[in-house]
Nanobody, 127 residues
Framework: VQLQASGGGLVQAGGSLRLSCAASGFTFDDYTMCWFRQAPGKEREGVSCISSSDGKPYYQDFTEGRFTITSDNAENTVFLQMNSLKPEDTAFYYC?????????????????????WGKGTQVTVSS
């Protein structure tokens, strides 16, 4: 199983980044895909998930309509479009997959039940 995240980088506040997570080694369509992040000295937190059952997106409140999660099931890839980035969005962003947990549970438990984790990509937002 592999979850390869990419697309991170350094951007000024107000800028945008698009993260990608390419999955392999499992049946992508059967898994809810999620993004998490962890900033230095802070706990990991859920950012967004997209449900495997109906493709519905779920977001943490702090995304405030700035982030959009999508998936391309033909390419086994999940994306996170991040607009209007703020310095507090600076963190290491991970993608993860879970087969039998609701996205709300995933986001509120900081991904306790995830089946697979990727290695992540760094996002740095300068002020």
């Amino acid at each position: 199983v592999q979850l390869q995240a990419s697309g991170g980088g350094l951007v000024q506040a107000g800028g945008s980044l698009r993260l990608s997570c390419a999955a392999s080694g499992f049946t992508f369509d059967d898994y809810t895909m999620c993004w998490f992040r962890q900033a230095p000295g802070k706990e990991r937190e859920g950012v967004s998930c997209i449900s495997s059952s109906d493709g519905k997106p779920y977001y943490q409140d702090f995304t405030e309509g700035r982030f959009t999660i999508t998936s391309d099931n033909a390419e086994n890839t999940v994306f996170l479009q991040m607009n209007s980035l703020k310095p507090e969005d600076t963190a290491f962003y991970y993608c993860a997959a879970v087969s039998d947990a609701h996205p709300i549970e995933v986001l509120t438990t900081r991904g306790f039940r995830m089946d697979y984790w990727g290695k992540g990509t760094q996002v740095t937002v300068s002020s």
